[in-house]
């Protein structure tokens, strides 16, 4: 119940401050099946828009690096509300991944940003392993996502735009046994190539 109190609010408060449209909703998972929720990141508070974009549906998980769930007071308290948890970098956070992968396993959908950081040009990051590696073992698709900012960065009352693309089947992200680093370079490129096409047929003009 907490959470969708919360999540309408957050709806109707980022509708207001930021014009926010949202496409492909449709490709979306809605039996149950878990899921991984890739998108691109350029600002701090781009989880906010993408749990609002999706809206209905279990709760998911949403990985963040440790340092976010500490942006400031209010965002802790969301974050923690919809789900996010913290991963602390270079310390080999293997039990948080861990979890993630049964979560998904069992149902669940996980957002994570594959870059693993912020873009500071706008343009896609190098992507970190991850995202793949949590496909992988649990067995199911990649939802690419593609944030666009009017303005190519987050400001006040600046249009966004939250598209969500085909997903990447689970078939086509399995790794292997050994975790085949061919493979996982032709997955993070098969990413790279829908974020691009996402970009291509919703950028603003």
Not at 12 to 29: C, D, M
Not at 37 to 63: C, E, Q, T, Y
């Amino acid at each position: 119940m907490v959470y969708g109190i919360v999540l309408a609010g957050a709806w109707l408060v980022w509708h207001l401050v930021f014009p926010i449209k949202v496409v492909g909703r449709e490709n979306l998972p809605r039996d149950g099946r878990g899921f991984v929720l890739a998108p691109n990141h350029l600002s701090a508070i781009d989880p906010v828009f993408v749990v609002i974009a999706r809206f209905w549906g279990k709760k998911m998980l949403v990985m963040a690096k440790e340092e976010v769930m500490h942006v400031n007071p209010f965002f802790t308290w969301f974050f923690h509300q919809v789900g996010v948890f913290g991963v602390t970098r270079g310390r080999g956070d293997t039990s948080a991944v861990d979890n993630a992968i049964e979560e998904v396993k069992n149902g669940r959908g996980l957002l994570i940003f594959p870059e693993g950081t912020r873009s500071k040009t706008g343009e896609p990051g190098k992507l970190k392993s991850g995202a793949f590696v949590v496909a992988s073992a649990a067995g199911v698709d990649i939802v690419p996502c593609r944030i666009i900012y009017r303005h190519g960065h987050m400001r006040l009352f600046s249009r966004v735009r939250i598209c969500f693309g085909e997903p990447i089947p689970a078939e086509k992200l399995f790794l292997g046994e050994h975790k085949s680093a061919a493979k996982l370079r032709e997955n993070k490129q098969l990413l790279l190539d829908a974020w691009q096409k996402l970009y291509e047929e919703n950028r603003f003009e």
